[in-house]
């Protein structure tokens, strides 16, 4: 038998019982349909959930500080432009910031004096760090290229000095600096960041004591997978620059967190492919049962078509080929149910997906389909060859 006549037999004979097939093609579809919007979405989705940082935090923060009690005497720690420089071009930096940062400076307002910490930073820092500012405005490039004596202060500055009063536009005198308070911070995952006033990283480098060096860079990584790579690149780049202090060097991220959120994800996708799993197989056993049975009515049909010269393997071709048609059409249901759901969650989740992904997930459904197809057949096909033509003619 040709294979031109084999899926034209096979085409006739699915659309004559296809009311019998419709739950195994519904079941197929559902299951290839959830497939494709799983796999296309699920990277989108990560990439979204990976940029939104108040809902990560510190989590894909890699830091890169110096072990002091490593340091040599006759090296004050440092990083220089061109380390900033090479760590930009790493391919998983999402944001980098700089600052140093210096505890229990004397802070004057009136005739009142305080100890707080005091961070010189950059621009970026506050949407590296995911830190909000409730009043007021956050440090700008500007500040830093004009040396303004501004600051932002956190909410336990505000309220010891100003007694829980509005500090925005009053000025307060920090390690001999008159700074104009611009910003009130509203909320920072580090409870110490509460107790800081920060100031453009450019008037702490040059003119507050022992703040003139770089030793603190912050990269946001694009996504958590992203972490444990950008740490190792982060800090093969800083040992190439500086091999004499490499020992020195602490570049670190919050391991047990990024594991967490992982583990998490893991989870989540264990289960939702195990249900998508469930449902493809509960297809394919609808498919063997219809088949099952339509091997037992045209009983009759194949001892006349064995009568007449038809082989074994013609008689198992022909049911496996009306198997693969069953599931083959449930995979073309399902690829545009999948499509259409991408679109519809593309919207929901304010994202766009790759088409190489979306590509590769209905490749990769088709291809699940074919071996659904074969596999739901086998048994069928194997039983409707094994007949006798004479029993199969006597058979009733």
């Given at each position: 038998?040709?294979?031109?006549?084999?899926?034209?037999?096979?085409?006739?004979?699915?659309?004559?019982?296809?009311?019998?097939?419709?739950?195994?093609?519904?079941?197929?579809?559902?299951?290839?349909?959830?497939?494709?919007?799983?796999?296309?979405?699920?990277?989108?989705?990560?990439?979204?959930?990976?940029?939104?940082?108040?809902?990560?935090?510190?989590?894909?923060?890699?830091?890169?500080?110096?072990?002091?009690?490593?340091?040599?005497?006759?090296?004050?720690?440092?990083?220089?432009?061109?380390?900033?420089?090479?760590?930009?071009?790493?391919p998983?930096?999402?944001r980098?910031?700089?600052?140093?940062?210096k505890?229990?400076?004397?802070?004057?307002?009136?005739?009142?004096?305080?100890?707080?910490?005091?961070?010189?930073?950059?621009?970026?820092?506050?949407?590296t760090?995911?830190?909000?500012?409730?009043?007021?405005?956050?440090?700008?490039?500007?500040?830093?290229?004009l040396?303004?004596?501004?600051?932002?202060?956190?909410?336990?500055?505000?309220?010891?000095?100003?007694?829980?009063?509005?500090?925005?536009?009053?000025?307060?005198?920090?390690?001999?600096?008159?700074?104009?308070?611009?910003?009130?911070?509203?909320?920072?995952?580090?409870?110490?960041?509460?107790?800081?006033?920060?100031?453009?990283?450019?008037?702490a480098?040059?003119?507050?004591?022992?703040?003139?060096?770089?030793?603190?860079?912050?990269l946001?990584?694009?996504?958590?997978?992203?972490?444990?790579?950008?740490?190792?690149?982060?800090?093969?780049?800083?040992?190439?620059?500086?091999?004499?202090?490499?020992?020195?060097?602490?570049?670190?991220?919050?391991?047990?967190?990024?594991?967490?959120?992982?583990?998490?994800?893991?989870?989540?996708?264990?289960?939702l492919?195990?249900?998508?799993?469930?449902?493809?197989?509960?297809?394919?056993?609808?498919?063997?049962?219809?088949m099952?049975?339509?091997?037992?009515?045209?009983t009759?049909?194949?001892?006349?078509?064995?009568?007449?010269?038809?082989?074994?393997?013609?008689?198992?071709?022909?049911?496996?080929?009306?198997s693969?048609?069953?599931?083959?059409?449930?995979?073309?249901?399902?690829?545009?149910s999948g499509?259409?759901?991408?679109?519809?969650?593309?919207?929901?989740?304010?994202?766009?997906?790759?088409?190489?992904?979306?590509?590769?997930?209905?490749?990769?459904?088709?291809?699940?389909?074919?071996?659904?197809?074969?596999?739901?057949?086998?048994?069928?096909?194997?039983?409707?060859?094994?007949?006798?033509?004479?029993?199969?003619?006597?058979?009733?």
């Open positions: 038998m040709l294979l031109n006549d084999l899926l034209k037999t096979a085409f006739k004979q699915v659309y004559r019982n296809k009311r019998r097939y419709k739950a195994a093609i519904i079941g197929t579809a559902m299951g290839i349909a959830g497939l494709i919007a799983v796999v296309t979405m699920g990277e989108a989705v990560q990439n979204t959930l990976g940029k939104n940082l108040e809902l990560l935090g510190n989590a894909t923060i890699v830091k890169a500080d110096w072990d002091f009690y490593r340091t040599p005497r006759w090296h004050h720690g440092q990083y220089t432009e061109k380390d900033l420089e090479d760590l930009k071009k790493l998983g930096v999402l980098i910031s700089v600052a140093q940062w505890t229990k400076v004397k802070t004057s307002f009136g005739k009142r004096a305080f100890l707080f910490n005091l961070g010189g930073v950059d621009a970026p820092f506050f949407d760090m995911s830190m909000t500012v409730a009043k007021g405005r956050k440090l700008t490039e500007k500040d830093e290229m040396n303004r004596h501004v600051c932002v202060i956190g909410q336990t500055v505000q309220k010891e000095i100003f007694e829980g009063g509005d500090a925005l536009g009053k000025d307060i005198l920090v390690a001999g600096l008159m700074l104009k308070v611009v910003g009130v911070l509203g909320g920072a995952e580090d409870a110490s960041y509460m107790e800081t006033i920060f100031l453009p990283i450019s008037v480098r040059g003119q507050v004591l022992y703040m003139d060096k770089l030793r603190h860079i912050y946001r990584a694009k996504d958590w997978d992203t972490v444990p790579i950008l740490q190792k690149q982060v800090e093969a780049t800083l040992r190439d620059n500086q091999p004499a202090y490499a020992d020195a060097m602490s570049i670190t991220y919050d391991q047990e967190r990024i594991a967490g959120i992982q583990t998490v994800v893991l989870i989540f996708e264990f289960f492919f195990a249900a998508i799993a469930v449902t493809l197989v509960l297809g394919g056993l609808g498919i063997t049962n219809v099952l049975a339509v091997v037992n009515e045209r009759t049909e194949i001892g006349l078509r064995k009568a007449v010269g038809a082989t074994e393997g013609m008689i198992v071709w022909q049911f496996l080929f009306e693969l048609t069953v599931s083959l059409i449930g995979a073309a249901v399902g690829i545009l499509l259409g759901a991408v679109e519809f969650l593309q919207t929901v989740f304010e994202t766009v997906v790759r088409f190489a992904t979306f590509l590769y997930s209905v490749m990769g459904s088709v291809l699940i389909a074919v071996l659904l197809g074969v596999a739901s057949g086998l048994v069928p096909a194997a039983r409707a060859g094994r007949l006798s033509a004479v029993d199969a003619m006597r058979f009733e």
